[in-house]
């Protein structure tokens, strides 16, 4: 269930923040984005010269991301090109007057793989006060609608946190009516914006897990989650105990088998900031995630493959005898190990244990932690 690839050599995911500027004003930015791109930004050569590193690393996954890739000009010219290397390429453009029909097709016919819109609400009242621009809703459903017309799979990103929390059934019910090939569900990082949100209890993720777990079993499409790493944990456990009462019953339960692709267990195990994901920023900074504010380098110095590699931020991060608390304790740090991001948000530190986490280890040694509400 691995991924068929050396964490200490390369990362499974990476993923450029091509601009910081974007339209919308959403309310947990990580990047507090601005209408206006910023003059230090990559280059379009500096673009392609990642490319080309990422195509001789020979990532998997390659992500171009914001702010709103759509407000650089190039953007079309750095898909072709991409394609052109043979690097799958996704795009998470804003929900905006940009996203047009036009756009969408011209980013098909450059080679995009993966369109990927986000959905927070499952109305245009919800949505558009998360996002903090009106139409944007509506924006996101037409994206949908005329990618799926030509054939361009999509993506749908949901960031969970207390202002749609109790509306997820509703989120989920209007996905199923979408035709589109994942939904990524990102936890929130107190970060950027989103400090002033207020996570989640330590329960309430729980209670997404079940719901995650419970939809996966009927969807048509794969479910990912995003800075929550302990759902593979939670999906073990399910899996231990489906076992369990296969061998009372007798009868087996395929069904389990659903849950258990993309961020799952599948393919993600033991995936985390900094060990199969790194994140670029607009000013070629290298960081284990975009929600973890500490670089390791700049791509403008050294290669990305040398960062990724030699740093010892990002060794650290791949080491879990590296981790404090409960997740150093844990029997499953090696398939989870907890959100560093969070962690580092939360606690100070990239090292301590997952604050969101109700699981408790099974070994006996007490927890090196900081008593703190998630909420």
Not at 265 to 270: C, E, H, P, S, Y
Request: glycine residues 6%.
């Amino acid at each position: 269930m691995r991924p068929n690839v050396d964490f200490n050599e390369k990362p499974f995911i990476a993923i450029w923040e091509t601009t910081q500027a974007c339209d919308l004003a959403c309310v947990h930015c990580r990047a507090c984005a601005q209408p206006q791109r910023s003059s230090d930004e990559l280059t379009t050569a500096d673009a392609k010269k990642l490319v080309d590193e990422i195509a001789e690393m020979a990532v998997p996954v390659f992500v171009l991301t914001g702010g709103d890739p759509l407000k650089r000009p190039d953007i079309f010219e750095i898909v072709g090109y991409a394609a052109s290397r043979k690097v799958r390429i996704s795009l998470t453009p804003s929900a905006t007057p940009l996203l047009t029909r036009e756009a969408i097709l011209r980013l098909k016919e450059a080679g995009l793989a993966r369109l990927a819109v986000s959905l927070d609400g499952p109305t245009a009242e919800i949505h558009d006060a998360f996002r903090k621009v009106a139409g944007s809703f509506q924006w996101t459903m037409d994206a949908v609608r005329w990618a799926r017309e030509i054939g361009l799979p999509v993506q749908i990103n949901t960031t969970i946190t207390r202002h749609n929390f109790h509306q997820i059934h509703d989120v989920i019910a209007l996905l199923e009516k979408l035709d589109i090939t994942l939904w990524s569900v990102f936890f929130l990082v107190p970060t950027g914006r989103g400090q002033d949100i207020g996570l989640l209890s330590a329960e309430e993720f729980e209670q997404v897990f079940e719901t995650l777990y419970q939809t996966a079993q009927r969807s048509l499409f794969d479910i990912k989650s995003t800075e929550a790493q302990h759902y593979r944990r939670y999906l073990l456990q399910r899996r231990t105990e489906g076992r369990k009462q296969e061998s009372v019953s007798g009868e087996r339960m395929p069904q389990l088998a659903s849950a258990m692709t993309e961020d799952g267990i599948g393919r993600a195990m033991g995936i985390n900031d900094g060990k199969g994901f790194v994140f670029i920023s607009h000013k070629g900074d290298v960081f284990p995630s975009g929600f973890l504010p500490i670089s390791g380098g700049n791509i403008r110095r050294e290669s990305l493959a040398k960062i990724y590699r030699e740093s010892p931020l990002f060794k650290s991060l791949r080491d879990t005898a590296s981790l404090k608390g409960k997740c150093g304790r844990c029997e499953f740090r090696e398939i989870c190990g907890g959100s560093r991001a969070r962690a580092h948000a939360v606690y100070g530190s990239p090292y301590a244990e997952e604050p969101c986490c109700v699981y408790q280890p099974k070994r006996l040694e007490q927890p090196e932690t900081v008593e703190v509400a998630c909420d």
